[in-house]
């Protein structure tokens, strides 16, 4: 069972920054995949970036040159550095670890962008 605990989120003016935190239970080394996704109110979740064991990122489009995703491999946790936020970035935003073809979720931190 792996555990991942979110924290980070918040309220923000627009072209503010947050950075949320996705620290997980297990050495990443045993993690094969990382992400952050999000899901905005009456819409579908959606992928917002990740990266892989071997340390490969990918981003939505939506979020190239915004966000930046990091791994602190000592503290078996991943970052989300969010900047030039809009308020279309307000929704929850869940972390994902994936190991051996077993998806985990956190339980999810709001991220709010006023205009």
């Known amino acids: 069972q792996v555990q991942l605990v979110e924290s980070g989120g918040g309220l923000v003016q627009a072209g503010g920054s947050l950075r949320l935190s996705c620290a997980a239970s297990?050495?990443?080394?045993?993690?094969?995949?990382m992400g952050w996704y999000r899901r905005a109110p009456g819409k579908q979740r959606e992928l917002v970036a990740t990266?892989?064991?071997?340390?490969?990122?990918g981003y939505a489009d939506s979020v190239k040159g915004r966000f930046t995703l990091s791994r602190d491999n000592a503290k078996n946790t991943v970052y989300l550095q969010m900047n030039s936020l809009k308020p279309e970035d307000t929704a929850v935003y869940y972390c994902l670890a994936r190991v051996r073809g077993l998806d985990y979720w956190g339980q999810g931190t709001q991220v709010t962008v006023s205009s």
């Open positions: 297990v050495s990443i080394f045993s993690i094969n995949f």
């Open positions: 990266i892989t064991s071997g340390g490969s990122l």
